[in-house]
């Protein structure tokens, strides 16, 4: 049990301005062009995305029901938090055992969500099914 009561005492902490932050992206989301505006949208309390410190590009994407039809962007947490009314949160996820679960809290009305695609790039394309 003592892997289990790490899990409980994973602390939120402070995520540097220049870190990065990855958020998958289901293929269901990709509009013309390529566009993926309508990602940017909370889920449960805030929008989740994991942090670099605990995660990768791959294990974001691996932890998807459905990993092929995900890609993952990133985005840096200081441009991100620059975006006004959002911050962004290091949230562990004891339940689904994510230390790198981070939420991004705050409105994504259209105009949030085209500067955080204005911030954001691909770092993991779609795989072919």
């Known amino acids: 049990m003592a892997n289990d009561e790490e899990i409980v005492n994973w602390p939120a902490e402070e995520i540097p301005p220049e870190h990065r932050l ?24 805030g929008m989740s995305t994991e942090w670099e ?9 691996d932890r998807a029901k459905k990993p092929a039809d995900n890609g993952v962007i990133v985005m840096i947490a200081g ?10 949160r290091h949230t ?13 809290l705050g409105p994504k009305d259209t105009e949030v969500r085209v500067k955080l695609s204005r911030i954001s790039r691909w770092v993991l394309g779609f795989e072919l099914m």
């Open 79 to 88: 441009e991100v938090s620059a975006i006004p009314r959002l911050i962004v």
């Open 92 to 104: 562990p996820d004891v339940e689904r055992r994510v230390r790198a679960h981070t939420d991004v």
């Open 53 to 61: 410190k605990y995660s990768t590009p791959k294990e974001a994407r």
């Open 22 to 45: 990855y958020m998958r992206v289901p293929r269901s989301y990709l509009g013309r062009n390529g566009a993926y505006l309508g990602a940017f949208r909370d889920q449960g309390g």
